[in-house]
């Protein structure tokens, strides 16, 4: 390039040069030169980091208090108390047979019998947020066992699948971390170990090898963040090292603190062989201590001095430095402000509403995708052919036995009044129906209406009468129904109703 070309103006956006002028991104200028990401894909990032990545998350959710209690706060809107299957076949007495069945098994479910089938949804919500995934081996038992249903479910941590297993198979098949995929890419076996590598107390093996299952019997719960991903990544990886360094920080302000709690004097004297009044014998090294009690008046010789320590103190910044840190860190969780640290000082019902609007789509994505999906939908198949197989249920049609709604958990609002007038609205202009309304309470529509009726005959059975039925509208802005008069050759009581509230107050 000659002299004058260089101080040529060149055409706005002409070539490469001006294309990539306007990605200020992929610029190599000062402020950008030392930021070069290498371009890995996830997996091979996942295969070099994830024992690592895996055991600081680990240690940062039992040691931190604050990933502690995002933990159960992730596991508890995720699956709440449980997310339940409301079948859909048509016939009403298999239906219900099939729900009471399935909710005798869930109390056998467990494997380790600790816990039911919705413990183990529970669970694999903090091994979601812990270790970004976890694995169900399904363990069909013997017809011996005296289990209502031959099926059980066994949960394997991440750390039972090893990251590093990764090579050819003696069947040609690709086996990379720890997954075995065919010559097509579909995953047709899993290479777990037999034993914990940091449970010290199982001596069964040395160095623990590793076993063969089928694809089929396990159900690997993970949620894929990049096309093509095979293994996942902590919930809580993003906020790692703000936590860790904010726990670091804590710890050392706690310690400046009760340096500075411990209230110390110094005396200096102009003739230090002289002894000082209230001072005990000295010690080896010459040192004399005097103590100070409560209302004692000391009177100093001439010559002495008393000075007391004064360390430096944070100031008025640790409060805003320790909010924003954590805005961060539940930025980075992915999880509101209040449910991370448990403070709602700076909250409002507005606030608090429309941060848990946000949150709940996201919880929904997960309740959806991937545990209805990935654990409670083949967990339900497997255990209808497992039934069928052993005589507890007859299904004239297996397929359509599948077909199942999964209810995630009830939500809880600041304001339940509110929501349930609007939803007795919205039912009242059609916009949505009943179900859906008593779905998304967490309930079963046929069993609260069963409830209902059992409900109403027995009240009527025992002469009792309540101000409303369950089939007529309730509520503040319910319009109260005109009883007939006994004296016009109607049926009713001579029974004075309440007046009806004052809609103009009510509003105001």
């Not at 005296?146 to 690709?174: D, H, I, Y």
């Not at 920080?249 to 002894?275: Q, S």
């Amino acid at each position: 390039m000659g002299l004058f070309d260089r101080f040529r103006r060149h055409p706005a956006g002409g070539g490469p040069s001006g294309v990539r002028a306007r990605l200020e991104g992929a610029m190599s200028r000062r402020r950008l030169r030392g930021w070069n990401p290498p371009l890995e894909n996830v997996n091979a990032l996942v295969a070099s980091g994830g024992p690592k990545l895996l055991a600081r998350a680990r240690e940062l959710v039992v040691t931190n208090g604050y990933a502690a209690n995002a933990c159960e706060a992730f596991a508890a809107n995720l699956v709440g108390d449980g997310i339940k299957p409301s079948s859909l076949i048509d016939d009403a007495d298999l239906r219900d047979r099939l729900q009471r069945l399935w909710l005798a098994w869930t109390d056998e479910a467990d494997a380790d019998g600790l816990t039911d089938f919705y413990g183990l949804q529970a669970m694999v919500a903090r091994e979601m947020f812990v270790a970004g995934e976890c694995f169900v081996r399904l363990r069909p038992r013997r017809a011996g066992d005296g289990l209502l249903v031959p099926l059980q479910l066994q949960l394997l941590q991440s750390e039972m699948l090893p990251f590093e297993k990764t090579e050819t198979a003696a069947n040609g098949n690709r086996i990379r971390c720890g997954i075995e995929f065919d010559a097509i890419g579909r995953r047709v076996a899993y290479h777990f170990r037999r034993s914990h590598p940091g449970d010290s107390t199982d001596r069964r093996v040395a160095v623990p090898d590793t076993v063969r299952v089928p694809a089929g019997d396990v159900l690997h719960i993970y949620r894929p963040l990049d096309a093509g991903q095979i293994r996942g990544l902590p919930h809580v990886a993003p906020a790692m090292v703000r936590l860790f360094l904010l726990d670091q920080y804590d710890d050392a302000e706690l310690d400046r603190k009760k340096t500075a709690a411990m209230f110390a004097g110094f005396i200096t004297k102009t003739a230090p062989e002289e002894p000082m009044m209230g001072a005990e014998e000295p010690d080896p090294d010459g040192a004399a201590i005097a103590s100070l009690e409560p209302g004692t008046l000391q009177v100093l010789l001439p010559g002495e001095d008393v000075k007391f320590s004064s360390p430096a103190d944070v100031g008025n910044s640790y409060e805003a430095f320790q909010y924003r840190t954590l805005l961060g860190v539940s930025a980075s969780l992915g999880l509101p402000y209040h449910l991370v640290t448990g403070d709602v000082r700076q909250a409002n019902y507005s606030s608090l509403r429309a941060e848990l609007v946000e949150f709940r789509r996201r919880v929904q994505q997960l309740q959806h995708g991937l545990i209805a999906h990935q654990l409670c939908r083949p967990v339900w198949a497997c255990w209808l052919e497992t039934a069928r197989l052993a005589g507890r249920l007859d299904l004239p049609d297996p397929a359509a036995a599948r077909m199942v709604q999964w209810i995630p958990p009830r939500w809880d609002w600041v304001d339940p009044l509110k929501d349930i007038q609007a939803q007795v609205l919205a039912m009242e202009a059609g916009i949505t129906s009943r179900r859906k309304v008593v779905e998304a309470t967490g309930y079963d529509v046929e069993e609260v209406d069963r409830e209902n009726a059992t409900d109403t005959a027995r009240a009527e059975g025992l002469g009792l009468r309540y101000r409303t039925s369950p089939g007529e509208t309730q509520g503040a802005r319910a319009t109260p129904a005109t009883r007939p008069d006994p004296g016009n050759g109607a049926d009713g009581d001579n029974s004075e109703d309440p007046p009806a509230p004052d809609r103009r107050t009510e509003q105001e």
